[in-house]
């Protein structure tokens, strides 16, 4: 883009529709907030400045935009006099003069809107070389829009608000969108000529353009191709209704980049996600926040993954996991939960009923049945075995345990960190290991079994197992019956 690009967000609005303690702009789909959504399709355009309007709950706006994009010019619009009046405070926010070039006008509740529709609009505005340019959209419902009022010839006269609107003028299918871009020179002569004298007694920004076509400026309308790009949100039904859109949206680009998603309709991918080629996700998954999947990996059915890195060709069942990065052709689950700081080794396994937490499991090591494996490193080829617990707190401190290389862990283990077991080394079955164990040693801590003959025939007597104790103690009365 050789002109300068200046955009302006307006979200000072309340959005009581919301009934919500959250301003409306911060309410998230798809993994982002709204307004975080219009600013990644701005940020697409690479301007040289953003300018967003703030008003209402403005201490917890102002804040998250920071984060959205650093540099953003933030304006505060105290009172919400309407849209002309935030275009003139964010003029007014501007250290440097608006200078040449073109201003482009976005509204923060519009989460499907796309960088390339904005690009293209922007293109189509320079081209046109017009003083104002409307993205309109023809809808079937135009009720509450500002309508496009064209004349005989075609050429667009002014946007009427719908309160201001005569009965004619309402029955105008072609409305604004509210993406307008300006001719800057235009808009920052035009902004103080715009008055409040209409039925809601606003500074309606759409008034700009009876003013340019009354200074015989030329104006613009491209209606947009897929008007849900340009919808707001106004409460909760409604948001719903476009975070589904927009999943279908995600995961209807992913099939169409080699993913294989088995049921698009129960499979939640949000737009921070990262898939490849040949990945298969299967129903009732939600991949969240920056998970990445790599390729041939399999996750599901029935997992939430959020902020994971799953290796090629792992495979993820019935898996809960956050923060956790799981090594190619690793196997997790079903059931499995994994905490952050989980780290799978490559053909790693973490089996049913197995939760981690800051827990390095290398290349090879297994994890197969029922235990919780937490504050622990778990050395190369390792086997854990079932229905063992890494104790990593005493009530007061979490301690770290290390298993060696190829040791092998007898059943229901208890490892009282901080533990040690050896590389190579071994642990009897019920072993709770207090003091570490050398490399290559097998370590037993319960105490020998003693046998108490007949104890049950003394201490049961009658009951049904000393009955079958009894029939077992004479095999050859019972067969010679
Ligand atoms: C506006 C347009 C209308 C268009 C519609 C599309 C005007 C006068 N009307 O109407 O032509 O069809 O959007 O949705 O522009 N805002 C501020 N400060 C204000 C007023 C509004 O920041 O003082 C922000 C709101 O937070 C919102 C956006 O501007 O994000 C639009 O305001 P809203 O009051 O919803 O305008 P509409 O009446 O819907
Ligand atoms: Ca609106």
Not at 61 to 89: M, S, W, Y
């Amino acid at each position: 883009m050789t002109e300068q690009l200046t955009v302006i967000v307006l979200a000072a609005g309340g959005g009581t529709r919301m009934k919500s303690k959250t301003p409306k702009v911060l309410h998230r789909i798809g993994g982002r907030s709204m307004v975080g959504h219009v600013f990644a399709a701005v940020g697409e355009l690479e301007p040289g400045r953003v300018v967003a309007v703030i008003g209402h709950q403005r201490e917890l706006v102002g804040p998250h935009i920071g984060e959205c994009r650093a540099d953003a010019v933030i304006a505060v619009q105290e009172e919400q006099l309407g849209t002309g009046h935030a275009v003139r405070i964010a003029l007014e926010a501007l250290t440097e003069p608006l200078g040449d070039g073109t201003v482009l006008i976005a509204y923060g509740d519009t989460p499907l809107l796309e960088g390339a529709t904005l690009r293209d609009f922007t293109d189509a505005h320079q081209a046109a070389g017009a003083a104002v340019s409307i993205l309109s959209g023809i809808v079937e419902d135009p009720h509450g829009y500002g309508r496009i009022v064209r004349n005989v010839d075609g050429v667009v006269e002014a946007i009427v608000e719908e309160k201001d609107a005569t009965d004619e003028q309402r029955t105008i299918s072609e409305i604004n969108s509210g993406i307008l871009a300006f001719d800057a020179a235009f808009l920052a002569d035009a902004i103080n000529r715009i008055g409040n004298d209409n039925a809601n007694g606003e500074y309606y920004l759409t008034d700009a353009i009876a003013i340019a076509r009354s200074a015989g400026l030329s104006v613009a309308a491209h209606p947009v191709d897929d008007a849900l790009q340009t919808e707001g949100a106004n409460d909760r039904a409604q948001l719903a209704e476009l975070g589904r859109e927009m999943n279908r949206r995600i995961v209807e680009r992913w099939m169409r980049a080699g993913v294989t998603v088995m049921d698009p309709a129960t499979t939640w991918i949000e737009a921070g996600v990262v898939l490849e080629a040949d990945a298969t996700i299967l129903p009732g998954t939600q991949l969240l926040g920056a998970t990445v999947i790599r390729e041939d990996a399999v996750v599901g059915p029935d997992t939430t993954l959020e902020d994971c890195e799953i290796g090629r060709g792992a495979r993820v069942v019935r898996t809960h996991g956050q923060l956790a990065v799981v090594g190619d052709e690793a196997t997790v689950g079903p059931f499995a939960y994994l905490r952050p700081g989980t780290e799978l080794g490559a053909k790693g396994k973490i089996g049913t009923f197995v939760e981690t937490k800051n827990a390095r499991i290398a290349d090879g090591a297994k994890v197969p049945h029922l235990s919780y494996v937490g504050d622990a490193e778990i050395g190369e080829g390792a086997n854990i075995g079932a229905g063992t617990i890494f104790a990593n707190y005493d009530g007061v401190n979490k301690h770290r345990t290390v298993v060696g290389k190829q040791a092998k862990t007898g059943s229901n283990n208890t490892f009282v960190a901080p533990v040690e077991i050896g590389d190579g080394a071994s642990t009897g079955g019920g072993t709770v290991v207090r003091r570490s164990v050398p490399p290559g040693a097998l370590a037993v801590s319960a105490a020998a079994q003693r046998n108490l003959e007949g104890w049950v025939a003394s201490h049961r007597a009658g009951t049904a197992q000393a009955q079958a104790a009894e029939a077992a103690e004479q095999p050859g009365e019972a067969a010679a019956e």
